[in-house]
């Protein structure tokens, strides 16, 4: 079936580091990609998302391209702050049942001043 | 605009007794959502509502899950009787429905801890 695997954390780093979090996902068809955010004590936030191949997601400095040749939509930013310590997630929806979000398993950011 | 509202936020309760999530979503939003996130792992769907009607209920365990959204608005998400392995955050969520790519807003979740 679908799925999504991401990189494992913690991934630690010191503030103004660039930052890569890797996710690659199996899937038939078109997924929609997404990478949500949940903060400490939040429920999850959607941060960005891609709908079809080479596209771009971006917000907060947060960006992710689409890349259906490899199947990965790993996320960057360029300069990480403390307040970007969260757990991300990566997702897909299926190109058949659009409302339906697969997860992949987190992965912790620790940003250190 | 008012958040996916979910109570109560924490419960603990013993092994074999039962337990009851409510959920309000964004107004307006047609589609329901309840997720599971085990710790450590992602939120799984447990079961989809479009308005007051099923869409997949494929991965909720029947035997001791029930969920309902009567008159397409609220819903609530009972366990009876609740398992050790129950232990969990139950992410409700809600979007407006289905063109691709739709966004799906999560509420801050109901903590689960089963003892």
């Known amino acids: 079936g679908d799925s999504v695997t991401q990189m494992e954390g913690p991934v630690t780093l010191s503030e103004e580091a660039f930052l890569t979090i890797n996710c690659t996902y199996t899937a038939t068809g078109y997924p929609s990609l997404f990478w949500y955010v949940q903060y400490p004590g939040e429920g999850l936030q959607l941060l960005l998302k891609a709908t079809k191949a080479d596209d771009k997601g971006s917000n907060k400095g947060f960006e992710a391209t689409y890349r259906k040749e490899t199947t990965s939509f790993h996320l960057e930013k360029g300069s990480v702050q403390v307040s970007d310590s969260a757990v991300y997630f990566c997702a897909l929806t299926q190109s058949y049942n659009t409302d339906k979000l697969i997860f992949g398993t987190g992965t912790r950011l620790q940003v250190f001043p | 605009e008012a958040g996916v509202a979910q109570s109560p936020r924490y419960k603990i309760i013993e092994k074999r007794q039962s337990v009851a999530f409510w959920c309000n979503p964004i107004s307006g939003h047609a589609t329901l959502y309840w997720y599971q996130q085990i710790l450590g792992q992602g939120p799984k769907l447990l079961i989809q509502?479009?308005?007051?009607?099923?869409?997949?209920d494929s991965q909720l365990p029947k035997d001791r899950f029930s969920a309902e959204r009567l008159k397409g608005v609220d819903s609530t998400l009972k366990i009876q009787p609740a398992k050790l392995e129950d232990s969990a955050v139950y992410l409700c969520?809600?979007?407006?429905?289905?063109?691709?790519?739709?966004?799906?807003?999560f509420g801050e979740g109901s903590w689960l801890t089963v003892v």
């Open positions: 969520a809600s979007s407006s429905s289905g063109s691709s790519g739709n966004t799906i807003y």
């Open positions: 509502f479009q308005n007051n009607g099923v869409v997949d």
